[in-house]
């Protein structure tokens, strides 16, 4: 209640899994960004988060408005999804029925910034970082279209040529 007037919004991170610190972190929540990468594993523990939501955070306990969740699928190649190597968007959307708020490409730019501690969002040059910027704003409620959910169409010469 304190930090509520002063900030507008209050970010919890949580680690990965269903542990006593994704307990913490979702129990006062009001919206929930529910991070999963395209596979079976990461989606089935997303699903089981989204339950946790719907029944032992605080607004649930008090019987208010549920919890608002906005999915997040990180690592994505639409290249490996047509190959049948991973889940596609409208997969998990379909599994886990919450909006998706965006879809970070798998880059170099990610490992790149986090290596030099820098946030990838701050690469504007980089695909990751442009998903991210296009997240945010999505957030905020802006209309952004979602980008790099398909494979890239590949020009005459690239594929004349291999390219």
């Keep these: 209640d304190e930090l509520s007037k002063t900030f507008d919004y209050i970010i ?38 989204l339950g946790i939501l719907d029944s032992k955070t605080k607004r649930a306990i008090e019987n208010r408005a549920p919890v608002k969740p906005h999915l997040v699928i990180t690592r994505y190649s639409p290249t490996r999804v047509e190959e049948g190597e991973m889940l596609s968007v409208d997969d998990i959307i379909e599994i886990l029925a919450i909006p998706l708020l965006g879809s970070i490409p798998e880059s170099e730019a990610v490992l790149e910034s986090s290596n ?48």
């Design 12 to 49: 919890c991170d949580s680690p990965a899994g269903i542990e006593s610190g994704a307990l913490m972190a979702l129990h006062f929540a009001d919206e929930a960004l529910i991070v999963s990468n395209p596979e079976v594993s990461s989606v089935r523990d997303s699903d089981r988060i």
């Design 116 to 163: 030099s501690g820098t946030p990838v969002i701050l690469n504007t040059e980089s695909s990751a970082g442009q998903a991210y910027d296009d997240l945010v704003e999505r957030f905020l409620g802006n209309d952004v279209e979602h980008r790099f959910v398909s494979p890239e169409k590949k020009g005459f010469f690239s594929r004349v040529f291999g390219g």
